[in-house]
């Protein structure tokens, strides 16, 4: 797999048939390791190790209903009292980080009313944090610690 723009972990991989798997902390299960999956479990990783987010607070694939479709969100940061705080997006390394990405992300975000919004595909990273008084956003130049949200 790709060197990313995240620090490294101890990454557990294993042979399933005839496809690698990467452990998810937060599923707790070995998934595909696909491109993707790769820049996911780094990032959470560098969530919960470098930044301080609670692992029992996030969540990997969280199922939405947008009308009749039925969509999952990459991952989710929840507070305390369970209420969506932060959405995750990642896209494989090679997937350009363009106005499509962030279509999808504000989509899952109509319905989650979240603080935060962040796109990944492990070398480039955007953070925005909403200001819905406004009705705009502002870009962060890094992804706050927890304890600053």
Known sequence: MQALNLPPYNISIRKHGNRDQ???ILRRKFVAL?????VRQHFV??????????????????QLKVGDKTVRADSVLYDNHLQPRM??????PTIKLAQKVFDQI??????LHVDYLIV???LQTYCCK???????YLFLTDI???QKL
Do not use: C, R
């Open 22 to 24: 990467i452990f998810d």
């Open 45 to 62: 990783h560098y969530l919960t190790e470098h930044k301080g987010y609670p692992m029992m607070l996030l969540a990997n694939e969280v």
């Open 87 to 92: 959405i995750i997006e990642y896209k494989a």
């Open 144 to 146: 706050p610690d927890y």
């Open 106 to 111: 504000s989509v899952y975000n109509l319905l």
């Open 130 to 136: 909403m200001d819905y008084d406004n009705q705009k």
């Open 120 to 122: 990944s595909n492990g």
């Open 34 to 38: 696909t491109p993707e999956e790769w």
